[in-house]
T-cell receptor, first 114, second 110 residues
């Protein structure tokens, strides 16, 4: 089955700097890659997703890049703010998102220091 | 904005007891899921449900687990005879396409 690895497990950045989180996946049939942000004690919330027909997607300070050949995708957060502090999970799924299970990475705890 | 809700937020039970975790998915969603997260580990898929039947289940989802949609709004996960290793955070999710997660139920089996 699918296996998703995520690095680093923790990331500490100074406010205003960029943060990059990387994930690799094993199943070349996976074609949907969402990122979830989970603040302490709260639900995982989708922040951005990408499908395999595009290589990059941006939403304000957040961007995701996908390299299908290498089977890896990355989350980039620019101009980090203290409210970006949370655990971030990448995930992979096949055949679009409808009705198919997500396989998650292990999570990255991001701490943005003021 | 509609959200997935889950009850209870915390559940403490004795080993061997049955527990039922409840979820109310977003009303126009068609697909429903349960995931769990053991403390310090990955979020793991348990089961997906569509059109009143299980569409996929993981190897974790053995005979001790069952799911049900007893009415038009609730989606439940039952663990028949809990084990210590069932202690985890259980997340319900629902989707049309994008999966939206509930706040989770923290289950502690003593």
């Amino acid at each position: 089955g699918e296996n998703v690895e995520q690095h680093p497990s923790t990331l500490s950045v100074q406010e205003g700097d960029s943060a990059v989180i990387k994930c690799t996946y094993s199943d070349s049939a996976s074609n949907y890659f969402p990122w979830y942000k989970q603040e302490l004690g709260k639900r995982p919330q989708l922040i951005i997703d990408i499908r395999s027909n595009v290589g990059e997607k941006k939403d304000q300070r957040i961007a995701v890049t996908l390299n299908k050949t290498a089977k890896h995708f990355s989350l980039h957060i620019t101009e980090t703010q203290p409210e970006d502090s949370a655990v971030y999970f990448c995930a992979a799924s096949k055949d679009g998102a409808a009705g198919n299970k997500l396989t998650f990475g292990g999570g990255t705890r991001v701490l943005v220091k003021p | 904005e509609p959200e997935v809700t889950q009850t209870p937020s915390h559940q403490v039970t004795q080993m061997g007891q049955e527990v039922i975790l409840r979820c109310v998915p977003i009303s126009n969603h068609l697909y429903f899921y349960w995931y769990r997260q053991i403390l310090g580990q990955k979020v793991e898929f348990l089961v997906s449900f569509y059109n009143n039947e299980i569409s996929e289940k993981s190897e974790i989802f053995d005979d001790q687990f069952s799911v049900e949609r007893p009415d038009g709004s609730n989606f439940t996960l039952k663990i028949r005879s809990t084990k210590l290793e069932d202690s985890a955070m259980y997340f319900c999710a629902s989707s049309k396409e994008t999966q939206y997660f509930g706040p989770g139920t923290r289950l502690l089996v003593l």
